[in-house]
């Protein structure tokens, strides 16, 4: 991993080589400059401040982040917005999902452009490795309140926990030293939720590749979490009563497959797109 790391940041040097060379000579001569007259000392550092602009500007390849969330909306509004009034009209007056989805983070896999979901059929919550908690009142209380909001006020009829390949977050967990030591503040201790599942994987398939381990993982601690929805009384009174259904899925956008599995865990076939 460390060299890999190296070999990326001198990829990443040599690409900017130039432009890091015309700051370096820009500011060495402002340098010099300033040691001669010190009465230009303001002068150079409006200087100094346009050149980093000129390049930051220039490292970016253009991109205008406030010009990408315009034309964004744009795009909605004309195209999706305008183009289906009756919807939108609807949802003015409230929501009634059907879904609640526990997703990843991951800029890779979100679970309306994955499964088409269209606005007000899910109520989605996102996090690092899609994990959910088990169920306490003061500890991780915003994932409680969302399924507490979901479950008894909007009434949905699923739940589904989506894990997915090449997931960062399973990697954390997988890569924690067995002494339990973290190097993040937030992160590492997030991901412990699914400790257990971490425990089976190791357990069951010791004789795997570190990244065969880190897939299967990727699949048990969706269990992990499905299981500790049943930690949340109100979910588990509405299971009970066949009011609620929670299944478990897993998103492998390496090969375009998508995995569903019922509260006893079997995996139905593969999806494959």
């Known amino acids: 991993m460390a060299g890999t790391f190296r070999k990326c940041m001198m990829l990443c040097c040599t690409a900017k080589k130039e432009e890091d060379m015309a700051y370096e000579d820009a500011i060495a001569g402002l340098s010099k400059l300033l ?6 000392e303001g002068v150079a550092a409006a200087r100094i401040n ?3 602009a000129e390049l930051e500007r220039a490292g970016s390849d253009g991109f205008d982040p406030v010009e990408k969330l315009k034309s964004g909306f744009v795009h909605f509004k004309t195209e999706k917005f305008e183009k289906d009034v009756d919807l939108y009209g609807q ?3 409230g929501q009634s999902p059907k879904f609640m989805v526990f997703a990843c983070s991951d800029s890779r896999v979100c679970p309306s452009h994955i499964l088409n979901f269209q606005p007000g059929e899910a109520f989605v919550v996102r996090n690092i490795a899609n994990m959910v908690p088990p169920f306490d009142t003061t500890k991780y209380s915003g994932v409680g309140a969302a399924i507490e909001y979901a479950v ?16 960062g977050g399973i990697k954390g967990l997988m890569s924690i030293p067995d002494d339990g030591t973290t190097a993040s503040d937030f992160i590492e201790n997030w991901v412990k939720i699914c400790a257990p599942a971490k425990t089976k994987v190791k357990s069951a398939c010791g004789d795997l590749s570190f990244a065969e381990q880190c ?7 969706v269990n992990v979490s499905l299981a500790n929805l049943l930690t949340y009384p109100f979910v588990r009174e509405a299971v009970v009563n066949n009011k609620l259904a929670l299944k478990g899925g897993y998103y492998d956008f390496v090969n375009g497959g998508f995995q569903l599995w019922d509260l006893d865990f079997n995996i139905t076939t593969n999806m494959i797109v």
């Open 152 to 167: 008894l006020h909007l009434k949905v009829e699923n739940i589904v926990v989506i894990g997915h390949s090449c997931c």
């Open 50 to 52: 346009q050149i980093t």
């Open 91 to 93: 949802l003015a007056k």
């Open 215 to 221: 897939t299967s993982l990727e699949k048990e601690a």
């Open 35 to 40: 040691s001669v007259k010190a009465d230009l």
